[in-house]
C-alpha cells in the first residue's frame, strides 16, 4: 500500500491505525507528490510490475500536490485502476469535485480525534475485501 | 235745402285764389302751407269742415291739417282714398247725400254720427299721380256747382305744386346737411375738371376752403406723380361710368401728399345728360399707417418665427453633442452658415472691449471705429485672414453667469450683418452656452464615473484579497493545531496513566485549547464564506419556503428543547436563498440557545414599508442588557461564559455581514434581561 503524506504526525497516525486495524500491509510511504510520482515510475519499469493494492493519498503536498498525482495514476497504463483513498483536510467542494470527477474509491477527511482514525482503517477494509464485513464498497 | 257759396261772382273766386297764391309764396315750411290752404278753402267754399290728408312714405293716408272734426272721426277714415295712390287723372267726387250713396254705406252711421250729410272729395295730383285729397264736408245735402268744383281744382294744383316745392326743398336741405357734415370730401366737378362745389370734409382733407377752390381745375389737387390721373378718370365719366374705391395720392395745401381712396360718380341733368362729375374722396393716411405697421410687425414676427425655427433645427444637433472640442466646432460651423460669415470662430481669450456689454455686439464697419488701427489685430484673429469689415460677436454665458467665451462672425464687406443675424446669433449663443455646461457636467460625470468604477474595482479586488487571505490563513492554520491536537492526544493515551498532578492537568490544558481554537478557526472560515459575494442580482425569493425549510433542517433541536416556533405571513424578497437560510438559522438558533428556564417560543415575522422588507425574529429567552445591543454583533463577542452557552460568537457578525452585503441592516429592536429579545433585519422587499 502506498500512503503519500507529507505530515510525519499523520504517517505516524494512519500507520498506527491501519496496524491496529489488523491489516497486514506493506506500506510504502512518499512524503510529497514527486516522490509518488517517482515510484510509480519505478514501478513501471521493474521487471516485475505490481501495483499497489491501494494508495492513500493527501492532496495538500509540497512540489507535486494530490490532484496531479491522482490525474496521473489514472492515465497511467499500469495502475490506472489502483484504488484511491483520498485523505485530507480539506473541505473544499473543489478538490470534493475534481476528486470524484478523476474517479477516487474514497474520500476521507482529515479528524481532529485521534480515536477518528480507526475508521480510516475500516474504509480500507471495505475496499480491499469487498463484501467481507457488510457487503458494501464505499465507492 | 241746398245751401249756396257766398262767393259766387267769378271776380271773387279768383281772388281768393290769388290770395291762396301769395300765402303759399310766403309759407316757409309744409305745416305753413297746409294751414294757409286750408284757410282759403274755407273762405273759397263757405263750408266750415274741411280736411288735408297725403299720403305718407309708407302708403297710408293720413290727415295733415283739419277744420271741425272729431279725433274719434280722423281716427276713422285715414287711410280710407276713393284713388290709390299714385292713380293718374283722378277726377273730384261728390257724394250729395251721404243718406242715398251706396259707396259710402261702411262709413253712412260715422258720417251721420259726426254731422255730415254731403261730401266732396278734391284729388291732389302731380305728373307721378294722386299723393293726396281736400276733403270738403257739408251738414246738409248738396250738390256741388261746376264752379265749385273747378276753384277746388285750380287751388289743388297750386297747393299741389307748393307741397312737392317745399317736400323737394326740405329733402334737398338734408342732403345739404348730410354732405356738409360727411367726413369725407365731398367735391363736384364740372365736364372741364372745375371744382362746383366743395364740402367741410374737402376743407379738412385738402385744406384748401371753397372759396379758395370753386372754379379751379381739380388738377389742383393731384399728387405730382398722378397728374395723368385725372384726365383717365375723366375720360370715365363722360361715358357715364363710376371709378369706385380707387386708391391714390393727393396733394393738400400745404404740399403734403396723402393717401385717398376716390369714388366718383357722373352728375346728370334732369334730361339725363352728364353735366359733370361728384367726388367722394377718404383720408386713409391713418389705414394705410395701419397697414403698414401690421406689414412690418408681420414681417418681424415672420423673422421671428424663422430664427426660432433654424434654432429649433440647430438645437438638437448642438445640445446632444457632448465633446466640448466638437461642440465648438458645430456651434461655430452652423452659426457661421446661418448669418453668412465668412469667418466664425469661439474664443475664451476674448477681447476685452467686445463684450463689456451684455449682450451682442455688431458693427457694420470696423474701419469706422474710432479705436482702429490703434489695437491691431483687431479681434486677435490670424493674419492671413481676409480683412474684417463687418462682425457680429455674442457672449456665451453659463447658468452660473460666467462667461465662458465668446462667438465671433467676421465678414470682408461692411454691414454684412442684420437684425436678424443678432436674434440667430443671440439664440445660437443661449443654446452653446447650455450644451457647453452640459458638455462640462458631462465630462465631470465621466470622469467621476470612471473614477468611481476604479475605486469600487480597487475595494472590489481588496476584499478579494482579503477573502482568499482569511480563508487560507484560517485552513493553514488548522493544519499545525490538528498535528498538537492529535500529538496532544496520542501522548495522553501513551502516557495519560502515567502522568501525574501538574503534568496531567498541562496536557489537558494542550487538548482543551486546541479544542478551543479549532472551533475559532472553524467559525473564522464560516464567516469569510459568509463576507464572499454571491454572483449575480439578488434573485426574489420566497422567505416563507426558505424559513421552512430551515425549520425542517433545525428539527432536532427543536425536539429537544421542546421549543415552537410561529411565523407570520412572510413575503418575497431579493436575496440569495443560501444567505436567508443562514439568516434564519443563526437567528433561530440563537433564541432557542439563549433561552430562559421557560419552554423556547419563537415568532418570525415581517413587514413591508418604503421598498423595504423588515423581518423580526422574537423569542421569551434570557434576554439582552441595552448597553450590549451593538456590541454583540461583533467578531467573537460573547456576553457568557463558555461553559454556560457554548460557541465562539460568530453567529450574529455573520449575520450582519450577510444583510450589509445587500445593502440591508440588522439590529436588536426590543430586548430586557429575562424578558426575551426581538431582532430584526431589513432587505430591498424586491429587485427594483
Redesign the interface.
Known amino acids: 500500500m502506498l500512503l503519500v503524506e507529507d505530515?510525519p504526525?499523520?504517517v505516524?497516525?494512519i500507520k498506527e491505525a491501519i496496524e491496529r486495524s489488523g491489516l497486514n500491509l506493506n506500506l510504502r510511504i512518499a512524503r510529497n507528490g514527486q516522490e509518488a510520482l517517482l515510484y510509480l515510475q519505478d514501478l513501471a519499469g521493474s521487471e516485475k510490475p505490481s501495483c499497489p493494492a491501494l494508495v492513500l493519498l493527501d492532496l495538500?503536498l509540497p512540489k507535486v500536490g494530490g490532484i496531479e498525482v491522482l490525474r496521473h495514476l489514472r492515465s497511467s497504463s499500469l495502475c490506472s485502476r489502483t484504488p484511491v483513498i483520498v485523505v485530507t483536510?480539506?473541505?473544499a467542494e473543489t478538490d470534493r469535485a475534481a476528486v470524484r470527477h478523476l474517479g477516487a474509491e474514497a474520500y476521507f477527511q482529515?479528524p481532529?480525534?485521534?480515536s477518528a482514525y480507526m475508521e480510516l482503517a475500516e474504509v480500507v477494509k471495505r475496499i480491499l475485501r469487498p463484501g467481507e464485513e457488510d457487503g458494501e464498497s464505499q465507492r | 235745402m241746398v245751401a249756396q257759396p257766398h262767393w259766387a261772382s267769378e271776380a271773387e273766386r279768383f281772388r281768393t285764389l290769388y290770395q291762396l297764391l301769395a300765402a303759399l309764396s310766403r309759407a316757409s315750411t309744409l305745416q305753413d302751407v297746409y294751414t294757409v290752404t286750408l284757410t282759403s278753402l274755407l273762405d273759397a267754399t263757405g263750408v266750415d269742415r274741411a280736411a288735408i290728408l297725403l299720403f305718407d312714405d309708407d302708403g297710408v293716408i293720413r290727415f295733415k291739417a283739419s277744420q271741425g272734426l272729431s279725433a274719434e272721426y280722423q281716427a276713422a277714415v285715414t287711410g280710407h282714398s276713393p284713388w290709390p295712390r299714385g292713380t293718374r287723372d283722378a277726377q273730384s267726387l261728390v257724394a250729395p247725400d251721404v243718406l242715398v250713396d251706396e259707396s259710402l254705406a261702411l262709413y253712412r252711421e260715422l258720417l251721420l254720427r259726426e254731422g255730415i250729410r254731403a261730401i266732396a272729395f278734391v284729388p291732389l295730383a302731380l305728373d307721378a299721380g294722386v299723393f293726396g285729397k281736400f276733403m270738403l264736408y257739408y251738414a246738409q245735402p248738396h250738390e256741388c256747382t261746376t264752379e265749385e268744383l273747378e276753384i277746388a281744382n285750380a287751388m289743388a294744383a297750386h297747393v299741389a305744386l307748393a307741397i312737392q316745392r317745399k317736400q323737394l326743398e326740405t329733402a334737398g336741405l338734408h342732403l345739404a346737411a348730410i354732405v356738409e357734415s360727411s367726413e369725407d370730401a365731398i367735391i363736384s366737378k364740372d365736364l372741364n375738371g372745375n371744382i362746383t362745389s366743395w364740402n367741410r370734409g374737402a376743407e379738412r382733407t385738402f385744406g384748401y376752403t371753397a372759396a379758395e377752390v370753386i372754379g379751379k381745375p381739380v388738377s389742383m389737387l393731384a399728387a405730382p406723380d398722378r397728374l395723368d390721373e385725372m384726365p383717365e378718370i375723366l375720360s370715365k365719366i363722360k361715358q357715364g361710368l363710376r371709378v369706385e374705391h380707387y386708391e391714390t395720392r393727393r396733394r393738400r395745401k400745404n404740399g403734403e401728399i396723402i393717401d385717398v381712396a376716390l369714388t366718383v360718380s357722373p352728375v346728370r341733368d334732369a334730361a339725363g345728360r352728364i353735366i359733370g362729375a361728384s367726388k367722394i374722396a377718404r383720408d386713409i393716411r391713418d389705414r394705410k399707417r395701419a397697414e403698414q405697421e401690421r406689414a412690418l410687425l408681420l414681417s418681424r414676427e415672420q423673422e421671428a418665427r424663422r430664427t426660432a425655427e433654424l434654432l429649433n433645427q440647430v438645437a438638437p444637433r448642438v445640445l446632444a453633442q457632448l465633446d466640448l472640442e466638437k461642440l465648438v466646432q458645430e456651434v461655430t460651423g452652423i452659426a457661421s452658415t446661418l448669418v453668412g460669415a465668412e469667418f466664425g470662430s469661439f474664443n475664451t481669450d476674448l477681447p476685452a472691449p467686445t463684450f463689456r456689454g451684455e449682450g451682442v455686439v455688431r458693427r457694420d464697419d470696423v474701419t469706422q471705429d474710432p479705436g482702429y488701427g490703434k489695437s491691431s489685430p483687431e479681434l486677435g484673429m490670424p493674419k492671413e485672414h481676409l480683412p474684417v469689415r463687418s462682425y457680429l460677436a455674442a457672449p456665451v454665458k453659463a447658468r452660473s453667469g460666467e462667461i465662458l467665451g465668446g462667438l465671433f462672425f467676421g465678414h470682408s464687406v461692411p454691414a454684412k450683418f442684420t437684425e436678424a443675424h443678432e436674434a440667430i446669433i443671440t439664440g445660437i449663443a443661449a443654446q452653446a452656452a447650455i450644451a457647453m455646461d452640459n458638455a462640462r457636467l458631462f465630462e465631470q460625470s465621466q470622469w467621476a464615473q470612471a473614477e468611481l468604477k476604479r475605486s469600487n474595482e480597487e475595494l472590489r479586488r481588496a476584499n478579494q484579497d482579503l477573502e482568499v487571505f482569511a480563508y487560507s490563513a484560517s485552513h493553514d492554520l488548522q493544519e499545525p493545531l490538528r498535528t498538537i491536537s492529535l500529538s496532544a492526544q496520542i501522548i495522553e493515551r501513551n502516557f495519560g496513566q502515567r502522568l501525574q498532578g501538574e503534568d496531567s492537568t498541562l496536557l489537558g490544558n494542550i487538548l482543551a485549547a486546541s479544542n478551543r481554537m479549532g472551533a475559532l478557526i472553524k467559525d473564522l472560515l464560516a464567516y469569510t464564506r459568509a463576507t464572499k459575494y454571491e454572483e449575480g442580482p439578488a434573485p426574489n425569493v420566497d422567505s416563507a419556503g426558505i424559513l421552512a425549510k430551515v425549520l425542517e433542517s433545525m428539527w432536532g433541536a427543536l425536539e429537544e428543547t421542546g421549543a415552537t416556533v410561529t411565523t407570520a405571513e412572510l413575503p418575497m424578497v431579493a436575496i440569495h436563498e443560501g444567505r436567508l437560510a443562514q439568516l434564519f438559522q443563526n437567528l433561530i438558533s440563537n433564541a432557542i440557545k439563549y433561552r430562559s428556564k421557560e419552554v423556547p417560543r419563537v415568532h418570525v415575522g415581517a413587514d413591508e414599508r418604503d421598498g423595504w422588507c423588515v423581518f423580526s425574529v422574537a423569542d421569551n429567552g434570557i434576554g439582552i442588557e441595552a448597553q450590549y445591543a451593538e456590541q454583540i454583533f461583533g467578531l467573537f463577542k460573547r456576553l457568557h461564559g463558555r461553559d454556560r452557552y457554548p460557541g465562539s460568537g460568530i453567529g450574529l457578525a455573520i449575520c450582519q455581514r450577510v444583510v450589509e452585503q445587500y445593502g440591508g441592516r440588522i439590529w436588536l429592536e426590543q430586548s430586557t434581561p429575562g424578558g426575551g429579545s426581538t431582532f430584526c433585519f431589513a432587505l430591498p422587499s424586491r429587485t427594483r
Open positions: 505530515n504526525t499523520d505516524f497516525v495538500n483536510s480539506s473541505t482529515k481532529t480525534s485521534l
